[in-house]
């Protein structure tokens, strides 16, 4: 059974950085692309960020671009998303997908498991 796990979320202030950690198991990691998610009240759920099964491509959303960063460690099996100079606006909750890929993608159908999500809240 393909397990997700999201940690690393909380309460910050503005400008301050926080960083999520996804840990994948029951699945071969280095086969599967990642993706990071976001879904604020009241919004639809949206694509943030995506990373390659070979680390070398990644992909982000104009709104995070040299904000966050998404990485991955194929020997712990864990794909990050540090996240600096918050906004308001990030507040949301975040999930991390797993797709039986090369490339990520920014459509969540694309995406065969998913994690439960871990929730971010930043003050102004």
């Known amino acids: 059974q393909v397990q997700l796990v999201e940690s690393g979320g909380g309460l910050v202030q503005a400008g301050g950085s926080l960083r999520l950690s996804c840990a994948v198991s029951g699945r071969t990691f280095s086969k599967v692309a990642m993706g990071w998610f976001r879904q604020a009240p009241g919004k639809e759920r949206e694509f943030v960020a995506g990373i390659s099964r070979s680390v070398i491509d990644t992909y982000y959303i104009d709104s995070v671009k040299g904000r966050f960063t998404i990485s991955r460690d194929n020997g712990k099996n864990t794909v990050y998303l540090q996240m600096n100079s918050l906004k308001p606006e990030d507040t949301a909750v975040y999930y991390c997908?797993?797709?039986?890929?090369?490339?990520?993608?920014?459509?969540?159908?694309?995406?065969?498991?998913w994690g439960q999500g871990t929730a971010v809240t930043v003050s102004s």
């Open positions: 997908a797993a797709r039986d890929a090369y490339y990520s993608s920014r459509f969540g159908n694309d995406y065969d498991y």
